[in-house]
Structures are given as C-alpha cells and as structure tokens.
C-alpha cells in the first residue's frame, strides 16, 4: 500500500498555472474569483497517468470542458472554438476547444449539444483577407493573453490584432471586438457541413436557420451588430463537391444578401479605427420571433459591462452557497472551478410560459421550467446529489421536465446501458425534495418490465437473470463496439432493480418491492468464483474465454472498463460483493491488488486516464471504488486514496487544467467538487454519504433549504490526510458515513485530523454503511 501512503508530494503538484500566479494563494478571493473555466480542458501529460490511452493519430481524452461564457444550467454558451472539428477526429467526439490547440477558428453564441460541438452558427471576427468554412482563415493566439471567469471569456487574436470578448445572459450572447484600423474588418458567420440558411436583413441584422436541428429547440437564429455594414456577401460549398472531409471549392458571391446549403455562411465588412470596437449579439429559438425576442429581451442596447456583471453576480450568488477555507491555492481553485463546472446541466430549454419543442417534436408551451434530458449514466451517480444538496427547487424542475419527457414518448429516459432515472427520483425522494412520486412510479417500472421499452435486452435479463455476450471473431478490446456489455449492462440492471424495489416499498406495492429485489440480486450470475471477477458468458451460460482482467473493453462484456473496473459495479450490495470474495480480508487484499497492478493492457482505451494501479478516474464503472473500504474496516485507506486521486488526476499537469476522461456535463467535476469536501454519495439512489477525507479546514454548504453543514477539519494539512476522530453535533461519531436525515437540519462535523491511520476509527462491522446484504455481526 506504499502508493496509497505516498501522498504528500501528490497533494501540492509543483506546477503553477499562469491564473495563480497572478493571484497569489487566492485566500482573500471569492468563490467567484477562484472559479476559473479552463480548468477541464487541458490533457493530462504524466504517463503513469494517462496509460496507453490514447489511440494513435488521436489527442488525449480529457474533460472536454468548455472556457465560455455562460449561466448556471443555461442553453446559452458564448465560447471559443480552437478545434476545427468538421476536418478533424478530436478525442472520439466533437469537442470544439482543446487547450493546447494555438489557433482560434471562431466562437459560437449558442449552446444546444451536450460537449458543444454542435453549438452554431461559428462567428469569427477576421482583418484583411479570409477563407470561408471549412477551411477558415485561423489565429494564433497567446495563452497569456486567453482570460476566462464564470460568465465572461477574451482572448487576444494575434494574426488579426483584434480582441474578442464573450459573455451571455439566460437566452442570448453578447461579442465585442476590438480590431485595429483596417478598411477590411470582417466578421464571418456560418454554419458547419450540415448547412442551412442564411439572411443578411438591412444593414444590421444575420439570421438563419440550420438544416440539421430544423425540429428542435435553438435551429433559429438572429444577430445584430452595433454599427452597420460597409460591404456584405454570402458563400456556401459549391454544389456538386464530393462528400468527405475535403475542402472542395466555395461559391463566394459579393452583395449577395440570402444563401442556404453546406456550410452556408455571409460576411460583413467595417471600416475601423484603432481601437474601434464591434459588438454583436446573437439569440436562438423554435423560430426567428422567439429569437428575436429573447434577443431584445435580454440584451435591449450594448452594455457589454452591464451584461458581464450581471453573469458574474449570477454566479456569485450560486458559488457562494458553499464557503471552504484552508487548503492549498490550487486545492481553492480547482475545488471552485469543478464546483463552477458541475452545475454546466441539466440545460434550461425554456422558461415557464415560452414555447419549446417537446420530445416528439410538437411546439408546446411550457407550463414550468423545461430542462434538457439527465445523462443518468454520467451525472446520476454524483452531480445530481450535489444538486439535491444545493439546489432543491431546480431540482423539482428537472423532475418534472423528466416525467414530462415520459409522458411524451411513454417510456422514461435513459442512457447508455444502465436505466437510472430511478436513482435520481428516489435519491431526492430520500433528501426531501417535495414531488408526486407516485406519479413517476408507472414509467419507472414500465421501462424495467417492459421488453419493448429502453432497457436493452430486458427479455434476456428477465428469463435467465443475466445478460450474454457473442464472442467477436477478431479482438474485442477497443475500438470493438459491437457488443452487449453483457456483464456490465447486467450489473446496471441490478443496481436499478434494487432501487425499483424501495421505491415500491415506500409506496406500498409489496410484490413489485419483491421481485425487484429478487432481481437486484442477478448481479451474482455474472461473479465467476473461479476467477474472482465479473465475467461475460455465452447464450449457453459459459463462461466467455480467453478472460484477461486488465484488458479494456467498450462494448463487449464490459463498458468502456475493464474487468477490474467492473468487478466494483455493486453500489447497491457492497457487503454482498464482500461475502462472493471472500470476506474482509479477501475483499480487502482484492481491492489493494486494484488499486497497485500496474496497467499495462494490450488494448487501448481512449476513456481510460486517470490511472491508480487497474483503477481509472477518468470513466464512471469504478469511481466509487476507493470508498469501499469503508464497508470493510478500513477506511484510513479510502481517506488515503481519496487524496491521492484528487491530487494525482486533477490538474497536475503542466498547465494545472487536466482532467481525467470526460467531464460527462458535470460528473467528474462532482466527483471532485464532493470528495474534496470529504464524503461522496457513492449509491445516489439512497440518502447515505461514504466519508472520505476533507481537503479543507473548513467547509459551510448552504442546502438550500435554509439549513447549513459544516465540516471542520482540525489539524489539517497534506501530511494530516487520516481522520483520528469525529464528532457530529457535539456527538461522537464513529461510523465513516452519514445519512441525510442526520444533516437535513443543518448540523456540525469536526473531525480531528492527523499524519498516521487511525486504524480503529470506523472499522467495526456495526460502523460500515447500509448494504442490500447485512453485514454478518
């Protein structure tokens, strides 16, 4: 366990970011002020930590953050765009900013995708000679002069001499450009390859639609200029081009005021002078009205500042809702920045009373606020915990946009091979978030009864308990996608079959309550005593062979995991998993060997970074895995292994941004932003917290209901990592988790900190956390 000790020189990463620098340990700054956007979109650089990922010819995968300007939950993101997407292959998806990219092709005013990518029209201010999309007329730029806080982003366009600055209110975004005396100052706007229509109106005005997303919400667009043009055109590509990733040629037609097709794009000319600055503002909508007016709305004149404070406030009053002292500067900005990065969704599509496009494509009127679908894969694990801590009333909101998404298609939403939803309803049912759950019950249960419904292969898991895979006749280990995840996908399904099961108890259907947990327990059918792993098995029941446990895999057998990873996808019956082990001692010998194999897989993984031993950071299967010693008498280590990721995974490369794998619309940003705290909801579907170790001194978290926690960690330091003792409430307090109920009110925890394991701390099996299976006494 050597690598679990070793965490003092991991705590404080010698690089410093140029940010910090310029702001000094950052103790007399606000939340606001430590929150910095670019944290998520730097690669990692350190090789132990980044394993063999990635593929060749691809860049690291990494957050995939963005440093735009927008609000809290907004579809609205005003934001660089340094990735030339449409001509690239960036990190498996379409990620439009990359931070060690040197050039800027534009900015996008609008939000819409879940990474960005698909956020359009792309904007450019451009001096002198330009190209049209998708080549583009590119900029270098200087990272010293790129500057990014919550609602505002600049950067300093060197080939043009120009200055671009962003920021946005709820439904529109505001540009300033600052370009030097020229008679051809250009700003360039298109859309990418799917095309669409473009109009120049007067001597002001662009709007357009785009082809692609014609049936949802933001396909309108309307921008309007603080000075009028001197000159205008149109281009698109020219019709005939081969398909593909070429260039091709381009109709550019001067004067021309309208244009629609592939790249479809107008340009507008100025005449300035130095220092001159040209502000556009650009809204979106279910058509050119509603865009029009949210434009007007939101931005009525050019007060660029105003616009800007006011996002700042905004967020402010958000961020502020939990106050941490102590810690290192990096620990304060990283803890900010990934608190200021998970609440980037759900995303509001609109506000009560506007109209929106619902799930089936109809224009309704939204009777309250209307959020984006949850990724229950990636953020119903944590963030949205955080957000039931934090932010309540949205969080009713979301319930309903989700209920009413049901209502709309007949099944709940889901994502990827796991259901989910269910974690999040019963989750914030646990907190006290007032709803009609009963309401939610029939779909929930529709989707994992109904063969017909979302969940893959329920037939299969309904009849024989577990799910198959088909041996591939060539190697299955990435990028081989054609798979079930069998294995996997029946861990998934038994982990939200135990959630279904007390959300039936609760609302009294005993015999549902009990084949719900009858099936919660099929995660057993894929455990192979003879290997101590989860494994893949065929339709006949035998086990999938060659089984190497350290080889990645996407789709077959496992998800995006490896067999080591998958092997901890038991949130819901840790003790269960404990009991097929073994018992503690094996159990506990299984999870060092995890935490210290060296990864050395022959395939690669491109998910696959933030890599401690077998274990990876950097995707959802087994990040609750450093909390499960808790269960098994000996959290010291899981306070040790929590600093270590933190440290290790987090912002330790060069640029001090890094982060490991995919920020999945807030979930690694949670996982941080919660575990630096000290617990982390490691079942969201119930009230518990597992209890790590604080990073800081001091923790206050507002609840939203008027209530605070505290957390106070005495003695504190990098070297101080192990809890000695806690008290919550004046109250000792000897068991290395809590339950909502107990801080619902508010209330105090101080935990004593200090160098060395106090191996005795929340190690009985009466303190372990609450499993499916009771812990034997």
């Given at each position: ?533 989860v494994r893949g098995r065929t339709a006949d029941g035998k086990w999938i062979a060659p089984f190497d446990p ?216 009466e303190a372990a956390p609450p499993s499916m299976t009771a812990a034997s006494r």
């Open positions: 366990m050597a690598s679990l000790l070793a965490i003092v020189a991991l705590a404080c990463p010698t690089s410093v970011t140029l940010a910090q620098a310029a702001r000094g340990d950052g103790s007399e700054q606000s939340p606001v002020d430590l929150a910095n956007p670019l944290v998520g979109t730097a690669p990692l650089d350190d090789p132990a930590v980044i394993g063999n990922a990635p593929p060749p010819g691809e860049p690291v995968y990494t957050g995939q953050t963005s440093p735009g300007a927008t609000l809290p939950h907004s579809s609205v993101s005003a934001a660089p765009v340094n990735n030339n997407i449409e001509l690239s292959y960036p990190n498996g998806v379409a990620v439009p900013y990359y931070y060690t990219n040197p050039t800027m092709i534009g900015f996008t005013g609008g939000g819409g995708a879940t990474y960005g990518g698909n956020a359009e029209p792309i904007i450019m201010p451009v001096v002198g000679d330009w190209s049209p999309a998708p080549a583009y007329k590119q900029s270098w730029y200087d990272k010293a002069q790129e500057h990014t806080s919550p609602g505002y982003y600049s950067v300093y366009l060197n080939s043009f001499h120009t200055k671009a600055e962003l920021t946005a209110t709820r439904w529109a975004s505001l540009m300033r450009f600052t370009f030097p005396a020229s008679e051809r100052s250009h700003v360039i706007i298109n859309f990418p390859r799917h095309g669409g229509s473009v109009e120049i109106v007067g001597d002001r005005e662009i709007r357009g639609v785009s082809e692609r997303s014609r049936a949802t919400d933001g396909a309108y667009f309307v921008a309007e200029f603080s000075k009028p043009f001197e000159k205008l055109g149109t281009f698109r590509k020219a019709p005939g081009d081969a398909e593909g990733w070429g260039i091709g040629d381009s109709d550019v037609e001067p004067g021309k005021r309208s244009i629609s097709g592939s790249y479809a794009g107008s340009y507008v000319t100025f005449r300035t002078t130095a220092g001159e600055q040209v502000l556009m503002k650009i809204a979106h909508g279910t058509s050119y009205a509603q865009a029009e007016q949210r434009l007007h709305q939101a931005i009525p004149g050019w007060d660029f500042d105003g616009i800007h404070n006011a996002a700042r406030k905004n967020w402010a009053g958000l961020l502020d809702r939990v106050r941490v002292k102590g810690g290192t500067a990096k620990q304060r900005e990283l803890f900010y920045s990934t608190l200021y990065h998970s609440f980037g969704s759900p995303r509001l599509i609109a506000a009560k009373g506007e109209k929106f496009t619902d799930s089936n494509g109809n224009i309704q009127v939204a009777t309250h606020d209307r959020y984006s679908p949850v990724p229950f894969w990636d953020t119903g694990r944590n963030q949205i915990v955080l957000l039931e801590m934090l932010e309540p009333k949205l969080m009713q909101d979301v319930m309903a946009s989700e209920l009413d998404m049901a209502r709309e298609k007949g099944f709940m939403n889901t994502s990827f091979h796991g259901d989910n939803a269910v974690f999040m309803y019963l989750g914030a049912w646990e907190r006290g978030i007032p709803f009609d759950y009963k309401a939610v019950y029939p779909y929930l249960r529709k989707n994992a009864t109904d063969p017909a419904g979302p969940r893959h292969y329920l037939a299969e898991y309904q009849k024989q308990g577990w799910i198959s895979d088909i041996v591939p006749d060539h190697n299955p280990s990435p990028p081989y996608a054609g798979g079930k995840a069998g294995a996997a996908t029946t861990l998934e399904y038994a982990w939200d079959d135990h959630a279904m099961a007390e959300y039936a108890k609760r609302l009294g259907y005993t015999d549902d309550y009990r084949m719900f947990l009858k099936r919660a327990h099929n995660y057993e059918n894929v455990f192979d005593k003879s290997t101590g792993f350290q080889e990645p895999y996407y789709n077959f057998m496992m998800k995006e995991a490896s067999g080591w990873s998958t092997l901890w996808l038991v949130p819901q019956d840790v003790q269960g998993l404990i009991n097929l082990l073994g018992g503690r001692d094996k159990f506990n010998a299984k999870l060092d060997q995890f935490f210290t194999t060296p990864y050395h897989p022959k395939g690669i993984c491109r998910d696959c970074t933030g890599l401690i031993g077998q274990y990876v950071q950097g995707n959802q299967p087994d990040q609750q895995a450093a909390y499960y010693y808790d269960w098994s008498g000996q959290p010291w280590k899981t306070q040790a292994l929590v600093r270590e990721i933190l440290a290790k995974t987090y912002g330790s490369d060069a640029s001090g941004y890094a982060y490991p794998g995919m920020d999945d619309q807030g979930a690694t940003s949670s996982w941080y932003a919660l575990s630096a705290m000290g617990f982390y909801p490691v079942d969201p579907s119930t009230a518990d917290y597992i209890i790590g170790s604080p990073v800081f001194d001091d923790v206050q978290i507002d609840m939203g209901n008027g209530r605070t926690l505290r957390i106070v960690a005495k003695n504190n330091s990098p070297d101080n990592a192990y809890i000695q003792s806690a008290m919550l409430n004046g109250k000792p307090w000897n068991k290395p988790w809590f339950s909502h109920r107990d801080i619902a009110n508010g209330g105090t925890f101080v935990f004593v900190m200090g160098p060395k394991p106090n191996k005795h701390w929340g190690a009985s099996p």
